[in-house]
């Protein structure tokens, strides 16, 4: 009866002292060092990206289709040339309302090379975007602003 109980209490205390073997030299996990990260970051931080996209020239046509969650702004619009690419209509004022007007820009990124002028239709762009119901509330109009005009719609 006294050895098992002997045993245990030499067990408990030398799991004990564990604890000071952790952070000693005579334990071989320490012998290299602590494991330190290093970030990949720059040392300044990210730059941030600008948008370079212009806006459209011409807006054309606009409109606010009602969906079931909000609405769905629509907006047509002719550039100079073929080949503008990366459409959107960017919202001004972090989308929300000025004076009880929701305003985007609509821009575009210009083509990488010389393109070709052709006709209205094949230099046509589109761009949408949806806008929640909860962006709606005290909202009365609606405007996408181009280079040389701008259209809205009153709701």
Same mark, same amino acid.
């Given at each position: 009866?006294?050895?098992?109980? *002997?045993?245990? /209490?030499? *067990?408990?205390? @030398? /799991?004990?002292g564990?604890?000071?073997?952790?952070?000693?030299?005579l334990n071989p996990l320490n012998w290299f060092g602590r494991e330190s =990260? !290093?970030? /990949? @970051?720059p040392r300044g931080g990210w730059l941030t990206e600008t948008d370079r996209r212009a806006l459209v020239p011409v807006v054309t046509e606009? !409109?606010?289709?009602? =969906?079931?969650?909000?609405? *769905?702004?629509? @907006?047509?619009?002719?550039? !100079?040339?073929?080949?503008?690419w990366d459409v959107e209509l960017r919202p001004v004022n972090r989308g929300r309302p000025v004076e009880g007007a929701l305003i985007y820009e609509f821009v575009v990124a210009e083509p990488r090379r010389a393109t070709a002028v052709s006709t209205e239709a094949s230099r046509t762009v589109t761009a949408g975007v949806k806008v929640p119901t909860e962006r709606l509330a005290g909202v009365r109009r609606i405007v996408v602003r181009g280079g040389q005009n701008a259209r809205s719609v009153n709701r």
């Open positions: 009866m006294h050895k098992p109980v *002997l045993a245990a /209490l030499a *067990l408990v205390l @030398a /799991l004990g564990c604890a000071t073997v952790r952070d000693s030299r =990260t !290093e970030t /990949l @970051a606009m !409109e606010a289709i009602p =969906t079931t969650g909000g609405a *769905l702004v629509r @907006a047509s619009g002719v550039t !100079e040339t073929q080949g503008w």
